[in-house]
């Protein structure tokens, strides 16, 4: 008699569970910019907002771009457990809410958050199972250059970021994926992450999110 193999014990229509994406990446690399093109495409990704008690520039959207919170209220969400991880970042605290991750993956919906390499390690600790992507411009020239047009940093704020920035590209062996964002081809990038998520879910053993 032939044995079954576990294989044979799934059914091919059996939805794959919800993936985890974490995407990180210097200053300058083009998070922000990507995770709105992604929205434009229609790709079915939730994205989760962060919270972050930095002020609002002038062409950001509260709740969009970020949820913009004051101290008080970010400790607040501290003490209540209400955060997956939080750090100050030059000066500022930033945070993922957790209660939107949990709704979205108990309601089937890939989800995908943006933190730095710092967050992103505390997720690693938390969450393996979540998917990391590292994204970044394709040198640090580039990077400069991206973070001077910005005009948001003072030229000593400039210099730390750029500091920082050299040790975050360190931190790459954290994640499973790198995508490189070169300048004018924002749909490439969107286009592999769509790509990852096919080849996630094509995995013979799923990654299962508990949170």
């Not at 979540?130 to 001077?148: D, I, K, N, Q, Y």
């Not at 750029?162 to 995508?179: G, H, M, N, S, V």
Request: hydrophobic content about 35%.
């Amino acid at each position: 008699m032939t044995r079954a193999s576990p294989r044979d014990s799934l059914r091919s229509d059996q939805p794959s569970p919800p993936l985890l994406i974490v995407l990180s990446g210097p200053s300058g690399a083009g998070k922000d910019a990507l995770l709105a093109r992604l929205r434009e495409t229609g790709c079915p990704l939730e994205c989760i907002t962060t919270l972050t008690t930095r002020p609002r520039r002038a062409k950001e959207t509260d709740k969009l771009d970020y949820h913009f919170v004051s101290t008080d209220k970010f400790q607040e969400m501290i003490k209540n457990n209400e955060l997956l991880e939080w750090a100050n970042v030059y000066g500022n605290w930033y945070g993922v809410p957790k209660q939107p991750i949990k709704s979205a993956l108990e309601n089937g919906r890939d989800t995908i958050v943006k933190v730095d390499t710092q967050g992103a390690a505390t997720i690693k600790r938390l969450l393996p199972q979540a998917v990391f992507v590292f994204l970044m411009p394709p040198s640090a020239e580039l990077l400069s250059e991206r973070l001077t047009q910005r005009r948001t940093e003072s030229p000593f704020d400039l210099a730390l970021r750029l500091k920082t920035a050299r040790k975050e590209i360190e931190q790459l062996p954290l994640f499973d994926y790198l995508i490189i964002n070169r300048c004018g081809e924002i749909d490439r990038a969107a286009a592999q992450i769509e790509a990852i998520i096919t080849a996630e879910k094509c995995r013979a053993e799923p990654r299962k999110i508990a949170l």
